[in-house]
């Protein structure tokens, strides 16, 4: 990016404007939630620049581990890099190969069922 202004980064990554009436209802009907120390946001957004808008500019300032974004592909979820290996890949995976549930760029596509998802985070032991 060279000499670029931050500014001027982010112009060139959105390049499309989101619906300020679209992502303002997304944060209005979030569920946030604390379940084994964890802090959860659960939402539903119309496209996926909402979804990155949200992970760019408030998933570290709400000071989040997991976000389950309901996309309309699908179930897409974002969580802390030091949660990856002790909560998406021992305890999220396994539901995906139960279920047989295709996943593309990160999207379980045609799965929204987060429930299964906040039962399996009961086994969560922390750390």
Sequence with gaps: MGNKKFEDIYEIIYQKEISQENFISSIKNAKFLNKNNLKICITQFKTHDEFYAFIDGLFNVLNLDILLA???????????????????????????????????????????DYNLLLNALDNYKGG
Aim: aromatic fraction near 16%.
């Design 70 to 112: 309901l996309l309309p592909e699908g179930l897409r979820i974002h969580l802390k890099k030091k949660h990856v290996q002790k909560i998406y890949h021992a305890l999220f995976v396994p539901i995906q190969k139960e279920y047989n549930i295709r996943r593309y760029q990160g999207i379980w596509l045609n799965f929204y």
